[in-house]
């Protein structure tokens, strides 16, 4: 089957740094991608990875693992406007159709 | 450029009533999606439409649910009869035709939050 893993909730200090963890198994793998969604909000795009290793934006940074179906993200300096929930979503191919398969989300609260 | 336009923000009915939610992706988008998401979930894709074909729909409950895309562009939602359960938010989201390609970043509207009272 195909699933996705990550913490429900973390908590951290401002402008501390913290690790949000993804695990997946899925078949057809083609690429990992990360969303940050504030409370009554659209989900927004953050990152993209399909190959392995470390991508950097900014305070953001996104870590894929193909082979142990790992990813992280990494948020430094942390600001109180990151407290939000982080969604991880594999896209995977399935047949003729690409789709993403959605984790529940990591809730941050970051604390003054 | 415009993002994708969802209507109505904010919807209240009654059980077993009708309602109907509208969607225009981003121009140039040939696959848009639709999304149920429950306070505190992920989104979880409902139909999936390439142009104004489906090609995902395992998801929705077609006994209540119905979705179209006409002439490949707008989409609309319905559910008929409407049940408590079925409040959350809805997302519409799109995304460019991929042609062997493998970014697929989808772009979301504001949503819908629909309450079934």
């Known amino acids: 089957g195909q699933n996705i893993d990550q913490p429900t909730e973390m908590t951290a200090t401002e402008g501390a740094i913290v690790q949000i963890n993804c695990t997946y198994q899925?078949?057809?793998?083609?690429?990992l991608f990360w969303y940050q969604q504030h409370a009554g909000e659209a989900p927004t795009f953050l990152s993209y990875?399909?190959l392995d290793g470390l991508e950097e934006k900014g305070r953001f940074s996104s870590f894929l693992s193909r082979s142990k179906g790992y990813s992280y993200l990494l948020l430094k300096e942390l600001q109180m406007k990151d407290s939000a929930s982080y969604l991880c979503?594999?896209?995977?191919?399935?047949?003729?159709?690409?789709?993403?398969?959605w984790g529940l989300g990591t809730s941050l609260g970051v604390n003054p | 450029e415009a993002g994708v336009a969802q209507s109505p923000r904010y919807k209240i009915i009654e059980k077993r009533q009708s309602v109907a939610f509208w969607c225009n992706p981003i121009?140039?988008?040939?696959?848009l999606y639709w999304y149920q998401q429950i306070l505190g979930q992920g989104p979880k894709l409902l139909i999936q439409f390439q142009n104004n074909g489906v090609v995902d729909d395992s998801q929705l409950p077609k006994d209540r649910f119905s979705a179209e895309r006409l002439k490949g562009v707008d989409s609309t939602l319905k559910i008929q009869p409407a049940k408590l359960e079925d409040s959350a938010v809805y997302l519409c989201?799109?995304?460019?035709?991929?042609?062997?390609?493998?970014?697929?970043?989808?772009?979301f509207g504001p949503g819908t939050r629909l309450t079934v009272l």
């Open positions: 899925t078949s057809g793998f083609n690429g």
């Open positions: 121009s140039g988008h040939a696959t």
């Open positions: 979503a594999v896209s995977s191919d399935a047949g003729n159709n690409r789709k993403l398969i």
């Open positions: 990875n399909v």
């Open positions: 989201a799109s995304s460019f035709a991929f042609v062997g390609g493998s970014y697929n970043e989808q772009f």
